[in-house]
């Protein structure tokens, strides 16, 4: 994906996200953030996007939020307010080049966005660097069907769009799976129909 792409998508998303995607993708974020939260500490999450998940943690993690979109971020913060969520700070930031120090959380969440940044290998290795000994890599995202059948007929029609759409329809497990320092430990299909996918990664 190109990153004026990206903007421009992500712009005409903003108004409507949540009402398109807020059921769509709402198991991977019960998910993530039931997940972070037994783990408590420090959490990113990349790709806050208009922070419908932020509500979703308890109150035993710190969370930093971060987005490329100034759009989400605007609707994340009023989002924030309107939780009154003391435990969240939000930040404009670009997932391939994190503004944080080594070894900065226990939890990094990545829901629905590696499919989304122009390079994705560069994020990954980004969020590993941040990263914590022990600290567990959440993802969630659509990765491209293995087998013929429906979703890789979708996939199909879907990918002369991906650059209106914002992401990536084809894209490959294995893009996120090439980092040494992060050891796959759990991988699942999450609803509806198996289309999008659990992966928790281990910071060895």
Not at 16 to 26: A, E, I, L, R, T
Not at 141 to 161: D, M, S, T
């Amino acid at each position: 994906m190109k990153a004026a792409a990206v903007t421009a998508s992500y712009k005409r998303w903003a108004p409507v996200y949540d009402s398109v995607f807020g059921k769509v993708f709402h198991e991977g974020r019960k998910r993530a953030t039931s997940h972070a939260t037994a783990r408590g500490g420090d959490v990113l999450e990349v790709g806050v996007g208009t922070g419908l998940a932020l509500p979703l943690y308890g109150p035993g993690v710190t969370i930093t939020g971060i987005d490329f979109s100034t759009e989400m971020l605007a609707r994340a913060e009023t989002r924030v307010r309107e939780h009154r969520l003391t435990n969240v700070s939000l930040r404009q930031m670009d997932a391939q080049v994190l503004d944080f120090p080594d070894a900065s959380f226990d939890t990094v969440s990545a829901m629905h966005v590696l499919s989304v940044v122009p390079d994705p290998e560069k994020a990954l290795s980004e969020i590993a660097r941040v990263c914590r000994p022990g600290a567990h890599v959440l993802i969630t995202n659509h990765f491209a069907a293995q087998k013929k059948g429906p979703l890789k007929f979708a996939e199909r029609l879907i990918q002369p769009f991906q650059h209106q759409l914002g992401w990536q329809a084809d894209f490959p497990i294995a893009r996120v799976l090439g980092d040494a320092r992060l050891r796959l430990v759990e991988r699942r299909p999450l609803p509806p129909l198996g289309a999008m996918t659990w992966l928790v990664l281990e910071r060895v």
